[in-house]
């Protein structure tokens, strides 16, 4: 069975850093994809952040918003993505999520929807910015 669980999250001031984790399960973690979603409330969900498989050379795309300040990676030794985010601001509260679509390119991985039936989430973590 298919598990995501996402981890890291907490309170910060503006400016500080955290790291949020994608422990995955239950399916070839190289092959696909991994995309960090995020949803502040009265908002929709937008994606972040998208790590591509190992065929797709782990090619990394951001929305315009984070660049330069969040950096996404994966570990296929661990099954594991993460999501270093530094010098966060007001605006990047939220819960995030981690998902797959189980496409092996951040463009499809991107597009995902919560209502997707293939699209496998996590439960999310929240992340809170706070002075």
């Known amino acids: 069975q298919v598990h995501l669980v996402e981890s890291g999250g907490g309170l910060v001031q503006p400016g500080g850093s955290l790291r949020l984790s994608c422990e995955t399960s239950g399916f070839t973690f190289d092959w696909y994809a991994i995309g960090w979603f995020r949803q502040a409330p009265g908002k929709e969900r937008e994606g972040v952040s998208c790590?591509?498989?190992?065929?797709?050379?782990?090619?990394?795309e951001y929305v315009d918003s984070v660049k330069g300040r969040f950096t996404i990676s994966r570990d296929k030794d661990k099954d594991t993505s993460y999501l270093q985010m530094d010098n966060l601001q007001y605006e990047d509260a939220a819960v995030y999520y981690c998902?797959?679509?189980?496409?092996?390119?951040?463009?499809?991985?991107?597009?995902?929807?919560?209502?997707?039936?293939?699209?496998?989430w996590g439960q999310g973590t929240q992340v809170t910015v706070s002075s």
């Open positions: 998902v797959t679509t189980f496409d092996d390119d951040c463009d499809s991985t991107m597009a995902a929807k919560v209502e997707d039936d293939v699209a496998a």
């Open positions: 790590i591509g498989s190992r065929d797709e050379s782990y090619r990394t």
